[in-house]
């Protein structure tokens, strides 16, 4: 079945190290998000990129960086530079624009749970 | 994507209907209204979608106000497995695929 992965689905890491969170779909999307969830929160856009090899910065880019090398990946890598990484990590994805009146709108992984330690 | 408000937490007992408000004064003609669903320690997941008319389908019934203002999300029979936090989205869909935009929802507890 088609769908979007998100891999680890917990994530402890020390201080001072980067981490990669992985997102993979098979949706054929073109569109790939990757949102930050804070306890009691909604969620905060962090990069987006609608198409490979281009990405956009959303509300709380700092601290973090991606790549989309491939149609079907966007890794988040979360850095030493953001101050408070534990949070509740979402990627979503969206197909093109035109698709998108007649089909459901984005689909969701399952998150990354990333704790600081 | 315009703004919308949505009341922080509501309570429904198992089996009986909910309605969920949402109002959205600033709503432009090209607007579709989706909602998404948030089960705990999960992703969002979509609910339903309409522009003018009101839309069913086998989660949920949307109602959409006549001058586009509110709408309501309705749950025929409330379940333990629709406790979740709901979100009113607005979304053009000429905008390109820009990104959704997400409030604090309302938090929906179910009681047995």
């Known amino acids: 079945d088609g769908g979007i992965t998100q891999s680890p689905k917990y994530l402890f890491r020390k201080e001072g190290q980067n981490v990669t969170l992985s997102c993979e779909q098979n949706?054929?999307?073109?569109?790939m998000y990757w949102y930050r969830q804070d306890p009691g929160q909604g969620l905060r856009l962090i990069y987006y990129?609608?198409?490979?090899?281009?990405?956009q910065k959303g509300d709380i880019a700092e601290g973090y960086s991606v790549s989309r090398e491939k149609k079907e990946s966007f890794p988040l890598t979360v850095t030493s530079a953001q101050k408070n990484p534990t949070a509740f990590y979402l990627c979503?994805?969206?197909?093109?624009?035109?698709?998108?009146?007649?089909?459901?709108?984005?689909?969701f992984g399952q998150g990354t749970r990333l704790t600081v330690v | 994507d315009a703004k919308t408000t949505q009341p922080n937490s509501m309570e429904s007992n198992e089996e009986e209907p909910v309605h969920l408000p949402c109002n959205h004064s600033?709503?432009?003609?090209?607007?579709?209204i989706h909602w998404y669903r948030q089960l705990p320690s999960q992703g969002p997941e979509y609910v339903i979608h309409?522009?003018?008319s009101n839309v069913n389908n086998r989660m949920a019934s949307l109602a959409i106000a006549e001058d586009r203002k509110s709408s309501t999300l309705i749950l025929h029979r409330a379940t333990l497995r629709d406790a979740a936090v709901y979100y009113c989205i607005l979304r053009d869909p000429n905008s390109g695929n820009t990104p959704l935009v997400f409030g604090k929802g309302t938090r929906l507890s179910v009681i047995a």
């Open positions: 979503a994805s969206t197909p093109r624009a035109y698709q998108r009146i007649l089909n459901t709108e984005a689909f």
């Open positions: 949706l054929n999307h073109d569109a």
């Open positions: 990129s609608q198409i490979v090899n281009d990405f």
């Open positions: 309409g522009l003018t």
């Open positions: 600033t709503i432009s003609g090209t607007d579709y």
